[in-house]
T-cell receptor
Framework: AQKITQTQPGMFVQEKEAVTLDCTYDTSDQSYGLFWYKQPSSGEMIFLIYQGSYDEQNATEGRYSLNFQKARKSANLVISASQLGDSAMYFCAMREGRSAGNKLTFGGGTRVLVKP | DAMVIQNPRYQVTQFGKPVTLSCSQTLNHNVMYWYQQKSSQAPKLLFHYYDKDFNNEADTPDNFQSRRPNTSFCFLDIRSPGLGDAAMYLC???????????FGPGTRLLVL
């Protein structure tokens, strides 16, 4: 079974509008971390935002916010006021356990294209 | 600025000819990772080093090896590249106290 599911393979968004990227996860661990990365066409994976399983408040980083619903096992990324430079592939990822070196499991990604 | 550096950005090799990709970091992180990412797919972890301890993923082919001579550098060796090994190879680092993994720009490998 997939541990990280991103159900939207691609989406268009109008410049200056907000967009929500869906991510659901599956784990039996009590301690885990959820991450969102952006990958432009250049290929670099750019860290956007992190949510720990014990964090009670939703994470925010500038125009990025993470809508964490633990009971539903979802960790959706919200990008506010989309910009043309936000066009990229977005990956949701999960780290299980608490040891250094725990690997990330990535979802299949969502490609976002921002229209002017 | 502290960062993760990968060289070269693009590498062309011949079928069966050994190739080495390099990664260096100025973050002084304990952990270094190598991921393989094929076109339109998610990154897949090949192995990682926690300090000098090497951790191989169970499904990583023997054709892939790694070396970490010191904290700053880590190398990915592909002993006999096949056409199926053409991919983006991403290096990442993380520290013991901050679990976020920071990625380098990647090396795109083409096998002819």
């Amino acid at each position: 079974a997939q541990k990280i599911t991103q159900t939207q393979p691609g989406m268009f968004v109008q410049e200056k509008e907000a967009v929500t990227l869906d991510c659901t996860y599956d784990t039996s661990d009590q301690s885990y971390g959820l991450f969102w990365y952006k990958q432009p066409s250049s290929g670099e994976m750019i860290f956007l935002i992190y949510q720990g399983s014990y964090d009670e408040q939703n994470a925010t980083e500038g125009r990025y916010s993470l809508n964490f619903q633990k009971a539903r096992k979802s960790a959706n990324l919200v990008i506010s006021a989309s910009q043309l430079g936000d066009s990229a592939m977005y990956f949701c990822a999960m780290r299980e356990g608490r040891s250094a070196g725990n690997k990330l499991t990535f979802g299949g990604g969502t490609r976002v294209l921002v229209k002017p | 600025d502290a960062m993760v550096i990968q060289n070269p950005r693009y590498q062309v090799t011949q079928f069966g000819k050994p190739v080495t990709l390099s990664c260096s970091q100025t973050l002084n992180h304990n952990v270094m990772y190598w991921y393989q990412q094929k076109s339109s797919q998610a990154p897949k972890l090949l192995f990682h080093y926690y300090d000098k301890d090497f951790n191989n993923e169970a499904d990583t082919p023997d054709n892939f090896q790694s070396r970490r001579p010191n904290t700053s550098f880590c190398f990915l060796d592909i002993r006999s590249p096949g056409l199926g090994d053409a991919a983006m190879y991403l290096c990442a680092t993380s520290s013991l106290y901050q679990e976020t993994q920071y990625f380098g720009p990647g090396t795109r490998l083409l096998v002819l």
